[in-house]
């Protein structure tokens, strides 16, 4: 446990922040997982919709670090390859 106040202030800054990073991350690997699953029911057009969204979602969890660039990148380029009718 912290023992100086700045480190317990720290602490709950530390806290707060994970809270949002975690909600972020979430929400991005939720609209990931939605453009996959409709990829696997074959609903392309649908897909293609969603996938601005999860483009959306993957851009934001970049511009605040959660994700880096060529993670981000690498996400995007994959989500984009599938969404492709075959």
Known sequence: ?????????ALRVSDRRKSVNDRRKKVMKEEVKKVEKLVHDKKFTEAKKAVAA?????????????LKK????????RLSRITKEK
């Not at 851009?59 to 959660?66: C, F, Q, V, Y």
């Not at 060529?70 to 380029?77: E, I, L, M, W």
Request: proline fraction near 3%; aromatic fraction near 4%; glycine fraction near 4%.
């Open 1 to 9: 446990m912290p023992i100086t106040r700045s480190a317990k202030k």
């Open 54 to 66: 999860a483009y959306s979602a993957i851009d934001k969890a970049t511009k605040k670090g959660i």
């Open 70 to 77: 060529n993670t981000a990148s690498r996400k995007k380029a």
